[in-house]
């Protein structure tokens, strides 16, 4: 299917920007927006592009493999690598700034593989819609010089799925999922514990054919959020006892389903002005 029309220039300015930056590492998690940057490096770069998974506990098992599928299936040539962002105490306390102590552990690691295999720069997925939200992320890739070309092609999340799906790439309507630690409260400190929790309750959803959820740790009580096209069924008793049977077994003390459905960042609505604010 070629690109559509309405998106040739866009597409145009991704590739022209591509090309320009050289020899490059693709920051990859295996989303919709990192997979078709990958995919659309290797395509203007061929073998002078690298993308690169970061493998920590909070990157669910499911998503790893998924992600190594995809770029199996493509032909991207790819390199997990470890990153030990739940060492730092400044992310594990998992106050506002969680999210730039991840990303900043990131591309540190990034950075020192860049040296040590020749790269010339770094690029990321973040995309033009992800600057409506709060995503302290951001502040660490300017930090440290990250490229964004999906960003500065002005390409939507939704152009993003456009492309893909013109490209024939099986991402293009994958579900969005953020890491495993956005999960879990702001101020509930991250352990390996909480996030396997975490990740087997959503192992378990999807077992039961659930397509967009997320399972938000509040300590006793598990708070599911599913997709509002699919929590007619998730209201039906049965499946509740079988929640709570699951979410009970993983350690939670109460089980509750969010009757607002599913949305992203939902977390963030705990957050306190002076909280952002102090996340810059």
Same mark, same amino acid.
């Given at each position: 299917?070629?690109?559509?029309?309405?998106?040739?220039?866009?597409?145009?300015?991704?590739?022209?920007?591509?090309?320009?930056?050289?020899?490059?590492?693709?920051?990859?998690?295996?989303?919709?927006?990192?997979?078709?940057?990958?995919?659309?490096?290797?395509?203007?770069?061929? $073998?002078?592009?690298?993308?690169?998974?970061?493998?920590?506990? /909070?990157?669910?098992?499911? =998503?790893?493999?998924?992600?190594?599928?995809?770029?199996?299936? =493509? #032909?991207?040539?790819?390199?997990?690598?470890?990153?030990?962002?739940?060492?730092?105490?400044?992310?594990?306390?998992?106050?506002?700034?969680?999210?730039?102590?991840?990303?900043?552990?990131?591309?540190?690691?990034?950075?020192?593989?860049? #040296?040590?295999?020749?790269?010339?720069?770094?690029?990321?997925?973040?995309?033009?819609?992800?600057?409506?939200?709060?995503?302290?992320?951001?502040?660490?890739?300017?930090?440290? #010089?990250?490229?964004?070309?999906?960003?500065?092609?002005?390409? %939507?999340?939704?152009?993003?799925?456009?492309?893909?799906?013109?490209?024939?790439?099986?991402?293009?309507?994958?579900?969005?999922?953020?890491?495993? /630690?956005?999960?879990?409260?702001?101020?509930?400190?991250?352990?390996?514990?909480?996030?396997?929790?975490?990740?087997?309750?959503?192992?378990?959803?999807?077992?039961?054919?659930?397509?967009?959820?997320?399972?938000?740790?509040?300590?006793?009580?598990?708070?599911?959020?599913?997709?509002?096209?699919?929590?007619?069924?998730?209201?039906?008793?049965?499946?509740?006892?079988?929640?709570?049977?699951?979410?009970?077994?993983?350690?939670?003390?109460?089980? %509750?389903?969010?009757?607002?459905?599913?949305?992203?960042?939902?977390?963030?609505?705990?957050?306190? $002005?002076?909280?952002?604010?102090?996340?810059?």
């Amino acid at each position: 299917m070629p690109v559509p029309v309405e998106l040739a220039p866009k597409h145009a300015d991704l590739e022209q920007r591509l090309r320009s930056l050289g020899r490059l590492l693709v920051a990859y998690s295996g989303g919709v927006d990192s997979a078709y940057l990958a995919w659309a490096a290797h395509q203007a770069l061929g $073998p002078n592009m690298l993308a690169v998974i970061a493998d920590s506990p /909070s990157l669910a098992r499911t =998503q790893l493999a998924d992600a190594v599928a995809f770029a199996q299936e =493509q #032909h991207i040539p790819l390199e997990v690598i470890p990153t030990a962002e739940l060492d730092r105490p400044e992310y594990a306390r998992n106050d506002a700034s969680r999210c730039f102590h991840c990303k900043d552990e990131l591309f540190t690691v990034m950075e020192a593989f860049r #040296h040590a295999r020749g790269f010339d720069a770094i690029a990321y997925g973040v995309n033009l819609d992800d600057q409506g939200d709060f995503r302290p992320g951001q502040q660490a890739a300017r930090q440290h #010089h990250v490229a964004a070309p999906l960003l500065d092609a002005a390409l %939507t999340k939704q152009d993003i799925r456009d492309l893909a799906r013109s490209a024939g790439l099986r991402i293009w309507d994958k579900p969005a999922s953020a890491c495993l /630690s956005s999960r879990i409260e702001y101020g509930r400190p991250v352990t390996r514990e909480a996030l396997a929790a975490v990740e087997q309750g959503e192992d378990a959803l999807r077992a039961l054919g659930f397509r967009q959820f997320r399972v938000r740790h509040h300590g006793e009580i598990v708070r599911i959020e599913i997709s509002r096209d699919e929590l007619p069924r998730a209201l039906d008793p049965a499946r509740a006892a079988e929640f709570t049977r699951i979410f009970k077994a993983l350690g939670f003390k109460f089980v %509750t389903l969010d009757l607002e459905g599913f949305r992203s960042g939902s977390m963030n609505a705990l957050l306190r $002005p002076e909280d952002l604010l102090r996340a810059g």
